[in-house]
Nanobody, 126 residues
Framework: QVQLVESGGGLVQAGGSLRLSCAAS????????MGWFRQAPGKEREFIAA????????DYADSVKGRFTISRDNAKNTVYLQMNSLKPEDTAVYYC???????????????????WGQGTQVTVSS
């Protein structure tokens, strides 16, 4: 099992940028895909982006495609989410998680991910 800790959230104006980090500890010797999710108050947790273990394959939700970039540095056991052109609708708690079963394709379902941390708050003001 991998333990994940999200960081890098904060308050930013619309149009600004922010980079989130997800630090992993524990079973970091296993190959696994990573995903970023977000959850606003009263709403379901939604998929944002995913990346394969090698970093060679990525997937993005339509709502963030072209604005957000997911990347990872396995030597540092860290995955990142670069967020540009932020909008007020991006305001949410952001979480990262691991998918140990992804094979040829990345998956988007919340239920297939594990290792959820406490999340990091992102607030975008107008």
């Amino acid at each position: 099992q991998v333990q994940l800790v999200e960081s890098g959230g904060g308050l930013v104006q619309a149009g600004g940028s922010l980079r989130l980090s997800c630090a992993a500890s524990g079973r970091t010797f296993s190959r696994y895909a990573m995903g970023w999710f977000r959850q606003a108050p009263g709403k379901e947790r939604e998929f944002i982006a995913a990346i394969s273990w090698s970093g060679g394959v990525t997937d993005y939700a339509d709502s963030v495609k072209g604005r957000f970039t997911i990347s990872r540095d396995n030597a540092k056991n860290t995955v990142y989410l670069q967020m540009n052109s932020l909008k007020p609708e991006d305001t949410a708690v952001y979480y990262c998680a691991a998918d140990y079963q992804a094979l040829n394709v990345l998956r988007r379902g919340v239920s297939v991910y594990d290792g959820w941390g406490q999340g990091t708050q992102v607030t975008v003001s107008s």
